[in-house]
């Protein structure tokens, strides 16, 4: 679990880390913007498998935003747009907006993203200064919470929500909910999934030890067993190591894996066998993944 600094790309710690450490193979389990700070999950070689399985986990982000400011990127790295002189706003309201944006919303994606159009990423077409229109997208915003304000007009707040949110997206959505522009100061994740900030290193420390031991390492079977999990029968083992689709009813109902996104099989040694989701129509579990 890798604490990301400020100022550098997700994919710039990914080509550090498998330069310094000499890996086959090296992916990360959710993109932060380069002002952005706190857990990457690095995926490390057989584990870069699951690295789109950990990219759909929920996140939780503190930070903080101005209100006032809002610019093209919907950060301070942005140019400003638009700057409000007198802004008269409570927390009574800040709350209240937030309360707005908490539950199942609409999002459009910012120009300034890697989202592509027409095969060309957004943010090149925002650096040409062409705007397009963009989709919006269903997320989950479970928890929006005011932690305080300063005299500067500067938010501080903690946000719970689905894979897929900007975060800076979503204050500048609340700057214009109250009618005063927002732009995104800092930003920290403290936790993606089951990986949490407390549990992170830092780059520079990083150390061979510290991929074999320590809680910043978790190995492919421990990442594994965060997911809801089933012990599966020998028997029914077997076959599904040899591609059988394993059918509800073959399956103990506890936990009730139907009822979950994506959940994990494992052997009767409790070893990861397969990770799976259900498939609703066909009575089955889907094998995302077989581990043999």
Known sequence: VLNKNEGHTSSYFVGRIKKKFRFKKVGHGGTLD???????????????????????????????????????????????????????????AICEAMEKLTGTIEQVPPMFSAIKYNGTPLYKLARRNEVVERKSRQVQIYTFEFKGIEK???????????????????????????????????LIRTQTGAFKIEDALSFEALTP?????????????????????????????KKIRNGYIPKFYEVSAKPDLREVPMGVFLDDHQKPLALVSPDIGRQAFKLLRVFL
């Open 34 to 92: 380069p002002m952005a700070t706190g857990v990457l999950p690095i995926c490390i070689n057989d584990a870069t498998k699951l690295a789109g399985y950990i990219l759909n986990s929920d996140k939780v982000y503190e930070g903080k935003f101005v209100l006032g400011t809002e610019t093209d990127t919907h950060d301070l790295t942005g140019k400003i747009i638009h700057q409000e002189e007198n802004v008269q706003v409570n927390e009574k």
């Open 152 to 186: 500067k007009l500067e938010v501080s707040f903690r946000v719970h929500c689905s894979k897929g949110v900007y975060v800076r997206t979503l204050c500048h959505d609340l700057g214009k909910m109250l009618g005063t522009g927002a732009s995104l100061k800092s």
């Open 209 to 237: 030890e510290a991929f074999t031991q320590g809680a910043a390492w978790k190995s492919l079977d421990d990442v594994l067993k965060t997911f809801p999990f089933q012990v599966i029968p020998t028997l029914l083992s």
